[in-house]
């Protein structure tokens, strides 16, 4: 029977991620759809830009580039993250997953705007490794709700005497696990599709 109970509620847990989950990434793609609509339609005639297109990708290469994929999006943005969890404000750690969403629908209404035909492989090239990276931060914040969610109960007990109890402890090592089992993974996964299969997916347009 308690072996039932346990599984019962983990699969509650599991299910209330995987909505989090969802509803951001829902929220994300939302984001970067009218930030290219709105790029692409208030974006001036900038030739300049036109002529550096086929430069964005030529920076780094090979595993180097990987290398340097993973230790940003892989480290740098996630602790940008969860230190803003511990924040007791609603929300706050969502900062970089909606700046994640509008730098790439800024990029893709601009080079739309500019040329529909030379960046249509471009914006069908990215997709995989974008989607992929929204995927993965979209599940770092469902994780990170909780830890918000215990900060903000921790700040509440300050000003007013409350019976609810928090497992900060606990749910931070949910979320560790988690980074390291799915979300580590993905932006390894999103650096290799980036470096790699965007390069092949490019490629079938010429």
Same mark, same amino acid.
């Given at each position: 029977m308690k072996f039932i109970e346990v599984s019962r509620i983990t699969n509650i847990i599991h299910q209330q991620y995987q909505k989090r989950t969802k509803q951001f990434l829902l929220l994300t793609l939302m984001i970067t759809i009218i930030t290219t609509l709105i790029s692409y339609f208030l974006t001036p005639n900038l030739s300049e830009l036109n002529q550096n297109l086929d430069r964005v990708s030529n920076d780094a290469a090979?595993?180097?580039?990987?290398?340097?994929?993973?230790? &940003?999006?892989? =480290?740098?943005?996630?602790?940008?993250?969860?230190?803003? $969890?511990?924040?007791? !404000?609603?929300?706050?750690?969502?900062? &970089?997953?909606?700046?994640?969403?509008?730098?790439?629908?800024?990029?893709?209404? !601009?080079? =739309?705007?500019? $040329?529909?035909?030379?960046?249509?492989?471009?914006?069908?090239? $990215?997709?995989?490794?974008? !989607?992929?990276?929204?995927?993965?931060?979209c599940i770092l914040a469902a994780? =990170?709700?909780d830890i918000n969610k215990v900060i903000r109960l921790k700040v509440k007990k300050?000003?007013?005497?409350?019976?609810?109890?928090?497992?900060?402890?606990?749910?931070? =090592?949910?979320?560790?696990?988690?980074?390291l089992i799915i979300v580590l993974p993905l932006i390894i996964l999103a650096a290799f599709l980036e470096t790699y299969f965007a390069d092949y997916i490019y490629s079938l347009f010429k």
């Open positions: 090979g595993l180097s580039k990987v290398f340097v994929y993973v230790v &940003n999006n892989g =480290l740098h943005v996630p602790l940008q993250m969860f230190f803003l $969890s511990l924040i007791p !404000i609603p929300f706050l750690y969502l900062c &970089n997953l909606i700046l994640t969403a509008i730098i790439p629908g800024i990029l893709f209404g !601009i080079m =739309l705007h500019l $040329s529909f035909a030379e960046s249509l492989p471009i914006f069908v090239a $990215s997709l995989p490794h974008s !989607i992929t990276e929204m995927l993965a931060y994780l =990170l709700y300050c000003f007013k005497k409350t019976t609810e109890t928090s497992y900060f402890f606990k749910i931070f =090592l949910q979320l560790v696990k988690g980074f």
